[in-house]
């Protein structure tokens, strides 16, 4: 038999028919006549009114029938005491710190066995703060289908009065991580933008909520590719951890920002990510993290052991072909040159690496190697969109003209790399 939620028995009977029945039978077991409770404050018509449901009494009101029926103002308003209400309340924040815990088994058994009493207060509050936590356990576990539909469930009642914006953002949010889970990446970043949306114009506090939904909707940037996006969601996410000081936020958005970093070829920055990331979570004992990243940073560690290797190789080619040794130069070039072959996130080094072989093939006569070799640097150097760098190929390749006996086309090229440097500094 499928559970009634409070939202579907609230349909039919109203919070303030409810209260009416309340106050009705405490006032028949006091022996009181409807003259009686009303007393000089109210009258007869007013209180018939409130045991009828035709009107919702303040929560003066309340309090004063209450005192005069010799109940807590909490159980005559929703059936519940306020003891029981912090037992229930208790309950609920037992499971919250379960599933924060990563104890996600015993944060769904707390919640099924608080269910009823949930229910039982009649506070909308506390069903959606049971519903979401539940949710959010029992996606950790794999299960995404029945977490979302316990998610639609929080979102409706969300939608009511008492609820914030920010209340609202974070159920989104929830629903969001479900289907970043389930692949479906577009859904996910429409969910993780309303909620952004929600969040940024609550005009409430929430650093930690805006930090996290950015740091996902940088996840599913990242596994869509457009990692642009990924890094300008993970940049933001950063500087609001930041500022929160909070160490698990920090984590994992350091991760992230490792992650983004990688893909996008920025391999000492995405190190420096991860380490960071890896020190947040060896201060909170989170082993599996620390592993994963240990991981990743062997990746990262391999990959610039390579690029510093041939980084120091490129540098003893220069020194050769600055002292002469043209052949030492050419035969050191061409290794640096093999170490970063497939890698243009290394573009930085190789064009320079290129026009010091060009050079040391020209110092050798071996003209049209040298042209076809600097003609490629400054291929890179426009692939890499540094005037510097293509203005130091257009004057080898003058060097190269000059060394021909084409005096115009050296001159032309000397006044290229001239005027672009020009602009450089101007």
């Known amino acids: 038999m499928p559970r009634v939620s409070l939202s579907d028995r609230t349909r039919t009977t109203s919070p303030g028919s409810r209260l009416g029945e309340r106050v009705r039978q405490l006032r028949v077991a006091a022996g009181l006549t409807q003259t009686d409770l009303a007393g000089e404050r109210f009258s007869k018509e007013y209180v018939s009114q409130i045991e009828r449901g035709k009107t919702r009494p303040t929560r003066e009101t309340i309090e004063w029938l209450a005192a005069k029926l010799g109940v807590d103002a909490g159980f005559l308003e929703r059936g519940v005491s306020a003891d029981e209400r912090s037992r229930v309340e208790a309950m609920l924040a037992r499971a919250e710190a379960l599933a924060n815990a990563h104890r996600y088994d015993e944060a769904v058994e707390e919640l099924e066995n608080s269910r009823t009493a949930v229910l039982a207060t009649g506070a909308i509050e506390l069903e959606a703060r049971a ?52 692949s479906s990446i577009a859904s996910a970043v429409a969910l993780f933008s309303e909620s952004l949306k929600l969040a940024e114009g609550s005009g409430l506090p929430c650093d930690l909520l805006r930090s996290e939904i950015l740091g996902w909707r940088s996840r599913c940037y990242r596994r869509s590719r457009d990692l642009e996006a990924a890094r300008e969601d993970v940049e933001r996410a950063l500087e609001l951890a930041q500022s929160l000081d909070d160490h698990r936020t920090m984590a994992n958005v350091y991760f992230q920002a490792s992650l983004v970093s990688e893909r996008m070829g920025h391999w000492v920055l995405a190190r420096s990510y991860a380490e960071r990331a890896k020190a947040y979570y060896e201060q909170l004992n989170d082993e599996r993290n620390v592993g994963r990243l240990l991981n990743n940073l062997g990746g990262l560690n391999f990959q610039l052991g390579e690029a510093e290797a041939a980084n120091v190789v490129s540098s003893l080619a220069h020194v050769h072909l600055m002292t002469g040794q043209v052949d030492s130069a050419e035969e050191e070039a061409r290794h640096a040159l093999d170490l970063l072959e497939g890698r243009e996130d290394f573009l930085l080094d190789i064009a320079p690496t290129q026009l010091v072989l060009g050079r040391s093939l020209m110092e050798q006569g071996r003209l049209d190697e040298a042209q076809e070799m600097l003609r490629t640097a400054e291929a890179s150097a426009e692939q890499l969109e540094s005037i510097s760098h293509r203005a130091a190929a257009w004057m080898a390749q003058g060097d190269l003209a000059a060394r021909r006996g084409e005096d115009a086309t050296a001159a032309r090229l000397y006044r290229k790399a001239a005027e672009a440097l020009q602009d450089v500094r101007f």
């Open 131 to 182: 519903l979401s936590t539940e949710a959010w356990a029992r996606m950790e576990r794999g299960e995404l289908k029945p977490a979302l539909q316990l998610l639609e469930r929080c979102r409706t009642i969300n939608e009511g009065p008492g609820f914030s914006d920010v209340d609202r953002a974070q159920v989104l949010f929830r629903m969001a991580v479900c289907r970043y889970h389930l």
